[in-house]
């Protein structure tokens, strides 16, 4: 791991996931990326090009004048680079997920030893049996915003009821509340379909979610086919980074102000990896 002086950042760590992106975790894949399972009717990932991809990600993030702590892997799983999938940082600190897949639940440990070493505290976690992956979270303001995936399609439950009820009350004691949003079976991930670009903006897959479970927000509508476009990363208010596959989608947020950094994540979305996943968000002003 790269070392950063501890405390970098302080209270409050993550307020919205559309503030100005100033501290952040990612992993490094390793060769074992290769093996990730590609969503429907895409090959399989190119591990070297992965990891160049990822090296550019870091690269821009840095450029951006983002403080970017870079872990190595240590599991060899190929998800292990997957870090928006481990934890939410909120305003008083790090809520640690609790994984569907058994065998990613040791990667909560190598991120809660980072966040740790950086001075964010760990103020809650997912427990058995509770399950929630952090991928399925969104943090707006006082709202969490939870995909809660409709049965179907035979995929794996990333969250059950216990683990949206422990966020629920993590939630409450912080003084945000939690509000679920209904998905597609097929989909992934609630942040592959929805992400917030500004405070009161949201891109969003309508096809995929219930839109009524965000009134009064903002949409930025997607069109068919790329509805995992919507898995950005916002570097601040309508600034965000994109995975330049998506060139309707790219076409129509500029269209609607919002300043896009198109950078090649191509092997990542094979796997229905957004540059949101990549990612996980240590402070945000």
């Not at 500004?198 to 839109?211: F, G, I, K, M, S």
Request: aromatic share 4%; proline share 6%.
């Amino acid at each position: 791991m790269e070392l950063v002086t501890p405390k970098l950042f302080d209270v409050p760590f993550v307020s919205h996931d559309a503030g100005v992106l100033a501290g952040a975790v990612v992993l490094r894949p390793c060769t074992a990326v290769d093996r990730l399972v590609p969503i429907q009717g895409e090959p399989s990932p190119i591990a070297e090009r992965a990891i160049q991809q990822h090296e550019i990600l870091v690269r821009t993030l840095r450029d951006r004048g983002v403080v970017v702590t870079v872990l190595e892997p240590t599991s060899g799983t190929p998800a292990e680079t997957l870090v928006g999938d481990t934890a939410i940082v909120v305003p008083q600190g790090a809520i640690l997920t609790r994984l569907s897949v058994v065998e990613r639940r040791a990667e909560t440990g190598v991120i809660e030893t980072a966040l740790t070493d950086l001075g964010i505290p760990i103020v809650g976690r997912i427990v058995a049996p509770g399950l929630l992956d952090a991928a399925d979270i969104a943090v707006a303001g006082e709202t969490l915003y939870v995909g809660v995936p409709l049965a179907g399609a035979g995929l794996r439950a990333r969250s059950n009821a216990l683990g949206r009820a422990q966020l629920a009350t993590l939630a409450a004691a912080g003084g945000m509340r939690m509000v679920e949003v209904p998905l597609a079976p097929t989909v992934l991930r609630l942040r592959n379909v929805l992400s917030f670009v500004a405070r009161d903006t949201a891109v969003v897959a309508p096809e995929r979610l219930d839109v009524s479970a965000l009134a009064g927000l903002q949409l930025i509508e997607l069109p068919l086919g790329e509805e995992y476009a919507a898995g950005v990363l916002a570097l601040g208010e309508r600034r965000i980074i994109a995975n330049l596959r998506f060139r309707e989608s790219l076409a129509r947020l500029r269209k609607a102000k919002i300043a896009v950094e198109a950078i090649d994540l191509w092997e990542f979305g094979k796997v229905g990896a957004g540059p949101f996943s990549l990612v996980l968000a240590t402070k945000r002003r």
